[in-house]
């Protein structure tokens, strides 16, 4: 009882943005058990953190899983990472689809992280570029450097993809 009172709506947050978040941290990882154990690792975090953090407690989460995903890249830069499942969860689609979102999310995890983690911002979360730099913790200017070039990037490693392939899995054109 005293665990509910000290972390009160943290359940309800979890219950009903439990599935968006983790199909973040699973973009950001490239794998649903790596994406799992940052989501994890950012809820203690949070939980640590509790009595301090006012306000937007998904906000918080958010910026969390972020800045946890770039320090796993940084101390992981010179080891390839590999993806096991790409399928965020709680989508069903088809197989073109997911054939799709799977070569998606292997050319994503060829991009440098800051690029990564500012496409994720951008197209798959959906925030403007005020809330990706607030979220990343660096300038308007480079969240848009960093888009521009990670979506150039995107398109030279997806150019010999069929003309009907060139949507995300959000449906944006890249």
């Keep these: 009882m005293r665990w509910k009172r000290r972390f009160e709506g943290l359940d309800t947050l979890v219950a009903e943005r439990g599935s968006a ?10 794998s649903r058990a790596a994406g799992e154990d940052l989501l994890q690792a950012a809820l203690e975090r949070l939980m640590r953190r509790w009595g301090g953090v006012h306000g937007d407690l998904e906000g918080y989460l ?16 010179r080891r390839p990472e590999v993806l096991a499942e790409v399928e965020p969860p709680g989508q069903s ?11 998606l999310m292997q050319a994503l ?8 983690a500012v496409l994720v911002l951008r197209y798959w979360e959906q925030c403007n570029e ?9 300038s308007v200017g ?28 959000n449906g944006a054109t890249l």
Excluded at 109 to 116: C, M
Excluded at 142 to 166: H, I, M, P, Q, Y
């Design 21 to 30: 978040l983790l199909a973040t941290a699973v973009l950001l990882t490239g």
């Design 62 to 77: 958010r910026r969390t899983l972020y800045h946890l995903a770039i320090d796993q890249w940084r101390s992981r830069r």
């Design 93 to 103: 689609d088809g197989t073109d689809e997911l054939h799709l979102r799977q070569a």
């Design 109 to 116: 995890v060829l991009l440098p992280p800051r690029q990564r």
């Design 130 to 138: 005020a809330e990706a730099a607030e979220v990343l913790g660096c």
């Design 142 to 169: 480079t969240v848009k450097s960093s888009a521009s070039r990670g979506l150039a990037r995107l398109r030279e490693l997806t150019a010999d993809w069929e003309v009907d392939n060139t949507r995300n899995w």
